[in-house]
């Protein structure tokens, strides 16, 4: 997505009166990736078909559009389902250049394809293969791309750049982007002791990892497996290790069943939580449209404006669980109006008059939603479990597996459309908090809260996995596959013993002889293992991210932006935007990515003119 913008504003700022006075300008972009490009390591061809993501087809673009308030131009593109359907109709090659569909699965899947569906991530490979070469035939005279499959080792700067790559060729650069999305990371002090202690007591660990490059051969037919984790990854793996080892699910709805190959392990899921992500919401909004109410402009200018340096949890949080409760309550209030009493412009006053926490906002709550499946607290969202106490594991596998059977009725029965407006309200804070200057926020908000706090708990009620993804949950649970075992999940090393998992709320342990920690590395610089972000991070005095400016230079060690070298991605300081892109919604990644070619342009045009 960079590249195109960067190729568009170079096409834009080629045809400028003031870029023409220095000559014709040219630029050569080298895209150094050992993975095929477009789709690169996340979303490459060469994984499982049962991989999917978690967007729906009519959610996923990477092109501007008019709703993007962006200074470079816009030039629009098909969505991804707009782009399978182009296929099928054969209408690609009138807009840019074709795509040759290469795999029968694949293909069957993009004639099938339709707006609400999950694809998979072999099928997005090929939509974003067919962008990166779109973008590149399409780029304008004086624009060359070339892809080397290689990885950079390092970078020397002087007057210009030199990047060594791996082979050992050295390409001289006038400008060097880091642009390189999650990378692993080295272990840290926990991770560390497992692993020694695994090796030890000759137990299996799969530490935390992109779930596609986990080596899972190690968890055997009928091993007990103990999954820490219960976000995507796990969904991922518990995918690899059922269907992936030949298992299949047949019926449909509250039906489905597992049928068993013989080759799964047992796997026991537990988390902090103790619950999985939030189903992705299906239903469709009744009521009002979804706006800001809390998290205003005008109250994010407020924030800025303090002269003291912002705390996510005392001065933003109390705002986002306030939104939460808006955009709740207006859906039900303006969409549902015959399941409550009085009307939206009175519910509001009440909620706007009590602190999202205030017991009494409770009662006024059960006095105008008769239903209680149409309460809304922000409190039991983010740990449903709270304050819940077990009899033993069977009562905390079964109090999960209900959670789910409730969660999934919530966020799919077109009825129960409020839980649509608790998303847009989600997304909305979001994307307001990017309104933010990174400098404007106290060390414990940037170290912790944002990368930690905040962004786990929008990818657990707003990023979670298709509905189907936990139905079949529940029909392995039934199946004997899967069992939960509640929350604020400890495990240990016990010598002799192997892996003990247990919680201070469930009487009884689960041992088992084979571990996963089911989530991504850290997205941090300091520690990745990649030596280019390492030498960064050190350059900078070590921190946990790359410190940029708003538009994406990299920081120099006394703080002052570098002309000519620019970083983006999650192990930036850059607010995060790596969520999939939805048309007509002003991404942040279109206006971050934008906004950082813009500069990138600036910088190749300064160094034309000094030339």
């Known amino acids: 997505m960079l590249l195109e913008r960067i190729v568009a504003r170079f096409d834009e700022a080629a045809g400028a009166s003031d870029a023409r006075a220095v000559g014709a300008p040219r630029l050569h ?33 990477v092109f501007t559009d008019d709703s993007c308030t962006i200074d470079g131009p816009i030039r629009p593109g098909p969505s991804l389902i707009e782009w399978a359907e182009a296929w099928r109709d054969g209408r690609l090659t009138d807009s840019g250049p ?45 624009v060359t791309v070339r892809w080397r499959a290689d990885t950079v080792a390092s970078v020397r700067s002087g007057a210009t750049h030199t990047v060594v790559l791996a ?113 992705k919401v299906s239903s469709a909004l009744r009521g009002e449209a979804p ?13 800025v404006a303090r002269p003291a340096l912002i705390d996510f949890e ?24 015959d399941r409550v009493v009085g009307d939206w412009a009175s519910f509001r006053a009440v ?21 209680p499946l149409d309460r809304f607290d922000v409190a039991s969202l983010d740990r449903p479990l ?15 597996r209900e959670h789910i059977v409730t969660d999934l009725h ?22 307001a908090l990017a309104d933010i200057p990174a400098e404007r926020w106290n060390e414990r908000s940037r170290a912790v809260s944002l990368p930690v706090r905040w962004h786990t708990f929008f990818s657990y009620v707003a990023s979670g996995p298709p509905a189907h993804r936990l139905a079949e949950f529940l029909a392995l649970a039934d199946a004997g596959v899967l069992r939960f075992l509640g929350p604020e999940v400890d495990v240990r090393v016990d010598p002799g013993r192997g892996f003990v998992a247990s919680s201070p709320r469930v009487p009884g342990e689960t041992v088992a002889r084979s571990l996963v920690d089911a989530w991504l590395p850290g997205s941090g610089a300091a520690l990745s293992d990649n030596p280019v972000l390492r030498a960064l991070a050190r350059q900078q005095g070590s921190h946990e991210r790359v410190l940029t400016d708003a538009d994406g230079r990299v920081l120099a060690a006394d703080g002052s932006p570098t002309a000519s070298v620019f970083a983006l991605g999650p192990f930036t300081s850059l607010p995060e935007s790596g969520a999939f892109t939805r048309p007509g919604s002003n991404a942040l990644s279109l206006r971050q990515t934008d906004r950082i070619a813009g500069a990138i342009i600036d910088s190749v045009v300064a160094l034309v003119s000094l030339a």
């Open 29 to 61: 972009i080298e895209l150094v990736d050992p993975h095929p490009p477009g789709a690169g390591r996340i979303w490459r061809r060469a994984q499982s078909p049962l991989l999917k993501l978690n967007s729906m087809a009519r959610d996923v673009t």
């Open 98 to 142: 074709g795509v040759e569909i290469d795999d029968e699965v694949a293909e069957a899947e993009a004639r099938g394809l339709r707006g609400d569906s999950f694809p998979t991530r072999r099928l997005h490979s090929y939509y974003l293969a067919w962008f990166f070469r779109r973008t590149v035939t399409g780029a304008p005279p004086g």
């Open 167 to 279: 082979s050992g060729l050295e390409l001289e650069s006038d400008v060097v982007v880091h642009a390189l999305g999650h990378t692993g990371r080295e272990p840290d002090a926990a991770t560390a002791d497992l692993i020694g202690a695994a090796r030890r007591e000759r137990l299996q660990y799969v530490p935390p990892a992109f779930t596609a490059d986990a080596d899972l051969t190690q968890l055997g037919a009928g091993d007990d497996v103990i999954v820490r984790g219960m976000g995507l990854a796990a969904v991922d793996l518990v995918v690899l290790l059922t269907q992936g080892r030949g298992g299949r699910f047949v019926g449909a709805g509250e039906r489905l069943r597992y049928v068993p190959s013989g080759r799964e392990p047992r796997l026991h899921l537990g988390s902090r939580r103790g619950v999985p992500y939030r189903s």
């Open 291 to 303: 706006q800001r109410e809390v998290l205003t402009p005008a109250a994010i200018a407020e924030l």
């Open 314 to 337: 005392t001065d933003v949080w109390p705002l986002i669980a306030a939104e939460l409760l808006h955009g709740h309550y207006r859906e039900l209030f303006t969409g549902h109006a």
């Open 351 to 371: 909620l706007r008059s009590h602190a999202w926490d205030d017991p009494a906002l409770l009662e006024a709550i059960a006095a105008a939603v008769p239903d």
């Open 386 to 400: 709270a304050g819940t106490r077990f009899v033993d594991r069977d009562d905390a596998h079964d109090r999960v």
């Open 410 to 431: 919530l966020r799919t029965a077109p009825e129960r459309s409020a839980a649509q407006g608790v998303f847009f309200a989600a997304l909305l804070s979001y994307l």
